[in-house]
Nanobody
Framework: QVQLVESGGGLVQPGGSLRLSCVAS????????VTWYRQAPEKQRELVGS???????NYADSVKGRFTISKEDAKNTMYLQMNSLKPEDTAVYYC??????????????WGQGTQVTVSS
């Protein structure tokens, strides 16, 4: 059974940085598309950015130039580096990944979410 576990959230002052991690565990053959989402209180979940097969990344306009998605295949770990954080970045952040298991099963998996609060 493949699972995604996120960590790295917390409270940070405006202008600060955080790095979120998303570790995939289980019988994994390959991790393909990696996507980060966020959901602020009383708002719909929104796409933060994604990394498709290889290294092509796309970001929401609201985070472009400040956030960076990366992946470390050897550790089955995905990252969201967030710099120059703003109060409006406050949200629960979720990672999702399209993963192929060792038995050939292909599925999209979600992390449990991690809270990021940007406040002075």
């Amino acid at each position: 059974q493949v699972q995604l576990v996120e960590s790295g959230g917390g409270l940070v002052q405006p202008g600060g940085s955080l790095r979120l991690s998303c570790v995939a565990s289980g019988s994994i053959q390959s991790i393909y598309t990696v996507t980060w989402y966020r959901q602020a209180p009383e708002k719909q979940r929104e796409l933060v950015g994604s990394m498709v097969t290889g290294s092509t990344t796309n970001y929401a306009d609201s985070v472009k130039g400040r956030f960076t998605i990366s992946k470390e295949d050897a550790k089955n770990t995905m990252y969201l580096q967030m710099n120059s954080l703003k109060p409006e970045d406050t949200a629960v952040y979720y990672c999702a990944a399209y993963i192929v298991s060792q038995n050939g099963v292909r599925n999209n998996y979600w992390g449990q979410g991690t809270q990021v609060t940007v406040s002075s």
